[in-house]
């Protein structure tokens, strides 16, 4: 209780003098370091898992751009995760994926290269190269990856293999800032 109510100590010498951990474990016989500490409460570690968004948008390796676009179209991120099988292969971006084609499509001068750019397979044009964490990773970690890139995607795995279980953006980062500063606020 009194390690729940950050108290780390106590004064008077009607409990005993001041004492640290190793003397007062050096004079038990029943509890080693170790089983102390675990009794001493801990605040718990926010980690990924408990802000990654778990649904999330994605297309397979092998599908057509057109279809890529046509998901960009009827949603609002600007990302897909090229994912097959539980695992994640790379991101296709709205402006990776725009850069492949003409500005022309859509348009009335639109080409038969422009048609045939949208039948490429999205692995033609993913990023293969993205950044990664693991859903036991505690939040904090993130602030620098953040910092760096803001607009970055990051990749969620189980921590005990390659399977994607998530992504994080930055908007998730700072929903669980915001939310720990209204708990600020509130203590």
């Not at 859509?106 to 859903?135: C, G």
Request: aromatic letters at 6%; hydrophobic letters at 40%.
């Amino acid at each position: 209780l009194l390690s729940r109510a950050n108290v780390d100590a106590i004064q008077g010498y009607f409990i005993a003098r001041p004492q640290n951990l190793e003397t007062i474990v050096a004079g038990s016989n029943s509890l080693t370091r170790q089983q102390y500490i675990r009794l001493l409460h801990q605040e718990p570690v926010i980690t990924i898992s408990n802000i990654m968004e778990k649904s999330f948008s994605h297309i397979s390796l092998d599908q057509r751009l057109y279809d890529a676009k046509v998901k960009f179209e009827n949603q609002e991120q600007c990302y897909l995760v090229v994912f097959d099988n539980n695992k994640c292969f790379g991101i296709l971006t709205e402006n990776a994926m725009s850069a492949a084609l003409s500005p022309y499509v859509d348009t009335d001068a639109e080409q038969k290269r422009d048609l045939a750019t949208l039948d490429k397979r999205v692995h033609q044009v993913m990023d293969k190269e993205f950044p990664s964490v693991t859903s036991s990773d505690p939040v904090s970690c993130l602030n620098a990856i953040f910092l760096k890139q803001p607009n970055t995607i990051l990749v969620v795995y189980a921590p005990d293999s390659k399977r994607c279980v998530g992504i994080v953006t930055i908007k998730e980062l700072l929903r669980c800032k915001l939310i720990e500063a209204d708990e600020e606020v509130d203590a």
